[in-house]
């Protein structure tokens, strides 16, 4: 499994970005997609997930970001995003996007439940 994130840059507070995250090799929704981020000094952090075909493509998010970031996927383009307004200083980190198989929801809030995990893309909010 190979992932390929991207849609990071420079964004303004308040503003929103988009991150994609691409699979090659695999069919994306048979997949739990989870999104994660580590800012400079600290831990990687889960923000969100989105859940396989399988499990109906229910979706998860940490309080930090609920309200202003959504995770969706595309089964076409075999492509999942992460949509980010109201971006915020504290958004800036790293931002990597995770695919796993894992039937209790709990532990996809976590990296252990990743097998898998994209080179991440860099997100910088100016205030």
């Known amino acids: 499994v190979q992932l390929q994130a991207s849609g990071g840059g420079l964004g303004q507070a308040g503003g929103s970005l988009r991150l994609s995250c691409v699979a090659s090799?695999?069919?994306?929704?048979?997949?739990?997609m989870g999104w994660f981020r580590q800012a400079p000094g600290k831990e990687r952090e889960f923000l969100a997930v989105?859940?396989?075909?399988?499990?109906?493509?229910?979706?998860s998010y940490a309080d930090a970001v609920k309200g202003r970031f959504t995770v969706s996927r595309d089964n076409a383009e075999n492509t999942v995003y992460l949509q980010m307004n109201s971006l915020k200083a504290e958004d800036t980190a790293v931002y990597y996007c995770?695919?796993?198989?894992?039937?209790?929801?709990?532990?996809?809030?976590?990296?252990?439940?990743?097998?898998?995990w994209g080179q991440g893309t860099q997100v910088t909010v100016s205030s």
């Open positions: 995770a695919a796993g198989r894992n039937q209790i929801l709990s532990s996809l809030w976590t990296e252990r439940g990743y097998a898998h």
């Open positions: 090799g695999v069919t994306l929704s048979a997949y739990d």
């Open positions: 989105i859940r396989s075909r399988s499990r109906a493509g229910t979706r």
